[in-house]
Nanobody, 123 residues
């Protein structure tokens, strides 16, 4: 079993930046993929970004492309989601997920999920 824990800033204003962290437990392999999804109140869960620890690809949703970036700390098995130029519509609960095989933007393909972290962006 792989444990997944999200952390990071939760309150921000439009135009600011936040960085979310996602740490997987020791049992996670560096060949695994990690993804970010978000769910706003009353809406379906949507894909944000995905990557693999040991290289490419990086995949971003249309709304994240150009504003969000991904970085990794291999030693800590941590992935960071840097969110810049935040907008109020970025307000949502952000979930990190880990998959054994590349699943890209498809949430059913992810095997392990974090509890989620609420991000609020005020106007």
């Amino acid at each position: 079993q792989v444990q997944v824990v999200e952390s990071g800033g939760v309150l921000s204003r439009a135009g600011d930046s936040l960085r979310l962290s996602c740490t997987a437990s020791e049992r996670a392999d560096t060949s695994y993929a990690m993804g970010w999804f978000r769910q706003a109140p009353g809406q379906e869960r949507e894909f944000v970004a995905a990557t693999v620890w040991d290289g490419e690809p990086n995949l971003f949703s249309d709304f994240a492309e150009g504003r969000f970036t991904i970085s990794r700390d291999y030693a800590k098995k941590t992935m960071y989601l840097q969110m810049d130029r935040l907008k109020p519509e970025d307000t949502a609960v952000y979930h990190c997920a880990v998959s054994v095989y590349w699943s890209g933007s498809s949430s059913p393909g992810y095997d392990y999920w974090g509890q989620g972290i609420k991000v609020t962006v005020s106007s």
